[in-house]
């Protein structure tokens, strides 16, 4: 079992940035993996980016240039740094960890981008 908690978002303008928090506490040592998902109003939740315990990444292509990934140096910890953010960015956040397949989730966290 994993909590998450996140924090960080908020409104900002059309091109402007913001930096998403996650810490984890539990079973840290088992995480395979941790991601970051979104979902806005109307549309399925989706993969914003993830980073595994090898450090490998993968982002969504709708944010590969804009959006990273990172992990503190205690492990438990993962953020998102959101740069150049498009109204289309807006959703709520969520972020996750995985332990050989099982999901857990934090509570999540409003983004809404101005135009």
């Known amino acids: 079992q994993v909590q998450l908690v996140e924090s960080g978002g908020g409104l900002v303008q059309a091109g402007g940035s913001l930096r998403l928090s996650c810490t984890a506490s539990g079973n840290i040592l088992r995480i395979n993996t941790m991601a970051w998902y979104r979902q806005a109003p109307g549309k399925q939740r989706e993969l914003v980016a993830s980073?595994?315990?090898?450090?490998?990444?993968n982002y969504a292509d709708s944010v590969k240039g804009r959006f990273t990934i990172s992990r503190g140096n205690a492990k438990n910890t993962v953020y998102l740094q959101m740069d150049s953010l498009q109204p289309e960015d807006t959703a709520v956040y969520y972020c996750?960890?995985?332990?050989?397949?099982?999901?857990?989730w934090g509570q999540g966290t409003q983004v809404t981008v101005s135009s």
């Open positions: 980073i595994t315990s090898g450090s490998s990444i």
């Open positions: 996750n960890a995985q332990i050989w397949g099982i999901f857990s």
